[in-house]
Every structure is written in C-alpha cells, then in structure tokens.
C-alpha cells in the first residue's frame, strides 16, 4: 500500500464507534427517531466506508433541519463491523435487541449486508440498504436494495460493459479475468467470463485470489506474460489499485482495464489508474445533478469530504447509492406516517421512489427493478460516465489506449 493510500486511510483515524447525529435548536421535537447500522469504519473495506459515512451524516442532519422523520428528530446509531460480516451480524442483532432502534440501515458490501439481512429477518425488521450485489440471494421480503443492478447484473452488466469496448475505435479480443473471492465480486467476474465467451473474446488468462490480498506480485507477472487487450479487475477496495502497483514494478501497463468496485478516489488519483474504466449510478456531473436535490448534496458531500481529508471529493457511486438508501427510508416513512416495518415494506414494493440515481422500485424479482448501470472511466483524474452516451459526462467519450 502507497503512503498516499494510507494517508487516505489515516482519515478514518479517530472516528467514533457509536454516531448520534441531531442538531441543536433544530424543529422536531419528541422521541428521537434511532436508526441503526454499520459500516466498515476499519479493515480493508474502510476507505469505501467513509463515502458511506459521510453520506449518512449529510442526510441525517438534512432531515433534522427540516421536520426529522414524523416531526421527530433523528439519531443515527453507527457502529464499526471492522470489514467482518460475522462481527456485523452480531452488531445487527445487538441494535435491534439492546439497543432497540426503530429502523435499521444496512451496512456496506455484500458479505455483512447479507449478516444484516439474516437479523433483519429473525426479527421482522425491515432493511434499507446500497450495495448488495448478487441479486438472487436477496430473499427476504423486507429488504430493500438501492445498487440499482437489476436482478441479474452477472448477465446484464457484462453486456453493457462490452457493448460499450465494441462501440471503440478499439475493441479488444483477448481478454483476462483476474478477481477477488469476495462474494459479489466473484458472482460478477464469473458472469462477466460466460458473456466474454459468448461474445467471441478470446480468455488468455484467469486467476482467482483471496479477499484481504496484499501482494499482487506473482498475479502482476501472470497477467504481463498473458498480455491481454482488456484487463477485467473483479476487485473492491483498494484491491486494483494493489495489482496496478505491482504491474507497474514489472514496467507493464495494461491496454485496457476495469475494476468493478474500487475505493473510488485511489484509483481515480492514482497515476497508473488513467483510463480505468468501473460501473455506476452515479456521478457528480449532468445528467446526474439537473436536480436540485443532487446538485446540493455534491456540493455538501464535497464540503464534508475536504474536512474529513479525503483527496478526492468528488460524490460518485458510492455516495449516490448509500444516500439514495436513505431517500427509500424517508419516503416510505413520510408517506406511511409509520415505522411499522411491514407498513413501510408494503408500500415500497407498490411504489416507486424517485432518488438521486434515478426512479427506483422494488416489485421485480427479489425487490430488484432496472438495472441502472453505466460506465465511467478515468479522465484527468476524475471519474465521468461514458456510456450509454445520453449518459455520459459534457464532451466526454469512451478512451481506449
């Protein structure tokens, strides 16, 4: 890991386990409204947590200088899963049997969302959570994802990726798959090698690796001798970013590369992330801030990024998804005027919620509605879609080197 990836890190340094967020002299008044959950404030899903933090709190001191939830304020309960799904399903279990939160807020990536999934149905509570990705395990009837990837993203998102290289002054023909064991991950990667296939790519390489991986040494020197025209990087966290450096060590650089969910601002800052291409839902330019509710929380979260010292500030995918969960939470409540969980799960499931990443529903299979993907790439050192091109960043394209 780079001195610049550990200062990224040195930011989470001091974070409190348990976060209680409500303004003084605020309007609501009465029984704070608790809603619980967890992120992973440390271990080797930590620097994608932080967006997620920072989201939460935004939304969380939004509501509390309007009308909180039901006129009441709101806290938020956070505690710290340290990256271990089986920490964040007994953390699950102690908010809502201890602590005794009125909601739960699922927690970031697939391994603790579905720790959190399991509680949330043991105790009936309904869960409102943003990056869940492998769709078909999802199911329990009260819980209500905003990774807005469809039900079947190993097919769907794949397609749109290679639509997108075809439509290239440079369509690759050989490709090599390296990827993570970690669950949604490998669901993806797999997906993704049957598409390649099935669109005639050539596969030089394919290799899988443990989660938690730090040296990417001997995965680097496979993957130069492979030499592939389009390098698919199944990682998340800081893992692509691992892989870059080591390729960098062996003088390689790859032609053409994407990483499905990195830390979104070492790769972007990284130099050897230049043209890395990723998904997304969102992103911090038109089309996706013509509203204004977009538009005020990328100049909030940017704010609030510079405070916490994160080098890049920028509100991308993580931060459109993790806010969007809230917008569901709030929706569901203020049309209910209930925090009864099986009120709130019927009506999400009969209505549409408009979010920042767009309209938003939960009455296909496994409360999963329309894949909303796009892809972005790295450009000047920042993350712009560029695909679909109605999509896509002002005059910015799809680059392949």
């Known amino acids: 890991m780079t001195l610049r990836h550990r200062g990224f890190l040195g930011a989470l340094a001091g974070l409190i386990v348990l976060a209680l967020v409500a303004p003084a002299g605020a309007a609501p008044s009465g029984q704070p409204?608790?809603?619980?959950?967890?992120l992973a404030l440390t271990g080797p899903l930590a620097a994608t947590s932080l967006v997620h933090k920072i989201a939460g709190e935004i939304f969380v001191e939004q509501l509390n200088r309007k009308n909180g939830l039901l006129g009441r304020p709101v806290e938020w309960v956070l505690l710290d899963d340290q990256s271990k799904p089986d920490l964040a399903r007994t953390l699950y279990e102690k908010l809502i049997t201890v602590d005794k939160v009125d909601l739960v807020i699922g927690p970031y990536a697939t391994g603790a969302i579905m720790s959190a999934m399991a509680v949330a149905q043991r105790h009936g509570k309904a869960l409102f959570h943003h990056t869940?990705?492998?769709?078909?395990?999802?199911?329990?009837?009260?819980?209500?994802p905003t990774?807005?990837?469809?039900?079947?993203?190993?097919?769907?998102?794949?397609n749109?990726?290679?639509d997108a290289l075809a439509a290239s002054d440079k369509p690759p023909k050989t490709i090599a798959i390296v990827t993570s064991k970690f669950p949604s991950v490998h669901f993806m990667s797999v997906g993704a090698r049957e598409v390649a296939a099935k669109r005639g790519l050539r596969e030089v390489l394919y290799l899988e690796f443990e989660f938690g991986t730090r040296d990417f040494g001997a995965i680097a020197a496979r993957v130069r001798d492979a030499n592939p025209d389009f390098l698919w990087m199944g990682a998340i966290g800081l893992e692509g970013n691992?892989?870059?450096?080591a390729l960098k060590k062996l003088d390689y650089t790859p032609k053409s590369h994407f990483h499905l969910y990195p830390a979104p601002g070492p790769l972007a800052l990284a130099p050897e992330g230049k043209n890395a291409l990723s998904t997304t839902v969102f992103e911090e330019h038109p089309p996706f801030t013509s509203?204004?509710?977009?538009?005020?929380?990328?100049?909030?979260f940017r704010e609030r990024a510079a405070k916490a010292g994160l080098p890049y500030r920028s509100a991308?995918?993580?931060?459109?998804?993790?806010?969007?969960?809230w917008q569901i939470m709030e929706a569901a409540v203020t049309a209910t005027s209930s925090l009864d969980d099986k009120t709130l799960a019927q009506w999400l499931r009969a209505n549409r919620v408009d979010t920042i990443i767009g309209k938003v529903r939960f009455d296909g299979l496994n409360n999963y509605g329309d894949d909303l993907s796009k892809?972005?790439?790295?450009?000047?050192?920042?993350?712009?879609?560029?695909?679909p091109k109605e999509f896509a960043a002002p005059g910015a394209r799809l680059v392949v080197p």
Do not use: C
Not at 138 to 143: G, S
Not at 376 to 385: E, H, L, P, R, S
């Open 316 to 325: 991308d995918t993580q931060a459109g998804s993790s806010y969007a969960a």
């Open 132 to 144: 869940f990705g492998i769709p078909h395990l999802a199911k329990y009837e009260m819980q209500f």
């Open 242 to 245: 691992g892989l870059l450096e």
């Open 375 to 387: 892809i972005k790439q790295v450009q000047n050192g920042k993350w712009v879609v560029v695909w």
């Open 33 to 38: 409204i608790r809603i619980g959950g967890t």
């Open 147 to 158: 990774w807005a990837i469809g039900p079947e993203p190993a097919r769907t998102f794949p």
């Open 160 to 162: 749109l990726l290679f």
């Open 291 to 300: 509203s204004p509710t977009a538009a005020e929380y990328v100049k909030l």
